[in-house]
């Protein structure tokens, strides 16, 4: 049985920033396609990252140039660096891994900016 744990989220100030993780265990190894999601209160789940097992990645244009994303293939770990953080980037986030024609979602981690 696979499982996604998301950590790292919290509360932030503004202009701060996070890490989370998302870790994988079971039988899965070098997902084609890691992602971060996130959902709002009220509002439909958006993509704000992808990486694939090459490397390529992916952003939300409403991210570009503040968040990152990485994988550690060797420790099935999808991570998001989020530097200086917005109110509006406050959400659920959770992570995805793609073993197509699988997917995988994690639980979430609770993610809020505000001062």
């Known amino acids: 049985q696979v499982r996604l744990v998301e950590s790292g989220g919290g509360l932030v100030q503004p202009g701060g920033s996070l890490r989370l993780s998302c870790a994988a265990s079971?039988?899965?190894?070098?997902?084609?396609?890691m992602s971060w999601y996130r959902q709002a209160p009220g509002k439909q789940r958006d993509l704000v990252a992808s990486?694939?097992?090459?490397?390529?990645?992916n952003y939300a244009d409403s991210v570009k140039g503040r968040f990152t994303i990485s994988r550690d293939n060797a420790k099935n770990t999808v991570y998001l660096q989020m530097n200086s953080l917005k109110p509006e980037d406050t959400a659920v986030y959770l992570c995805n891994f793609r073993v197509i024609p699988l997917q995988y979602w994690g639980q979430g981690t609770q993610v809020t900016v505000s001062s």
């Open positions: 079971g039988p899965i190894s070098n997902a084609h396609v």
């Open positions: 990486i694939t097992a090459g490397g390529s990645t």
